[in-house]
């Protein structure tokens, strides 16, 4: 069983992990050339009603997605982008004090790669998996300040996320859902991780399903087993086409 796509349906996807196969560096993802045909057909045929939904900025989306460029929440929910191409900062920047903060875990950890998206950053240890323990323990002391800056953490694949507090993936997908083409159309939710949880959530009552990669979450109706096989399904909807 597949996710019910149809015409009137809005696709929301997620990127890593989800889309494409983790990489051991941000940068070093690959983005195979039958989705990003596939995508660009399918955003047609949903009168582009398709956006990426990712912790990565909108720079970086449009980087690995060029030359398609569509509707998009980057920084976890922090910027988001109709399909009119309007972007929305939904949040300030991340505080120079945290931003410090994660510089210096950075530089004493090796390995590990501090990602400065302006409005969230991501401390990435996938190169230095020993680190993960320390890293815990620093940020786990350092939860009043992060209070008091008001950014949140989040744990997610070899990843501690800092975003702004009360900025989530499900808020991004809220405000694209007000906007048209998103407006009226059941969304569809694709995610692998914890941060995807936030829009797991908010589907039922805006009518939509959600799909899982590689994990099951509770009440989340569908699942893959991988990315390798959402693309695939991706691709077939794309050749095909989708039910009325
Ligand atoms: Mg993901």
Redesign the pocket.
Known sequence: MTPPVKKNSALFL?????LLDMARTPDAVIVPAELRLALVRLYDVLDGALAFV??RSLTSIDRLFAPLRTAAIGCHGAEVRGTDGTIRALADPIPDPVRAIFRGLAESHPGTILEDKIYALALHYRLAPEAKLALAAAVDRLEGLFAAEKVAIQH??SVIDVKPLGIDKGVGVRTLMRQTPFRDRPPIFG???T??LDVFHILPELGGHGFSVGRAFKGVDYKFPSPRAVRQWLTRLAERGVAA
Do not use: Q
């Open positions: 997620d990127i890593d992990g989800t990712s912790g997610g694949k995610g692998d991780d941060t995807d």
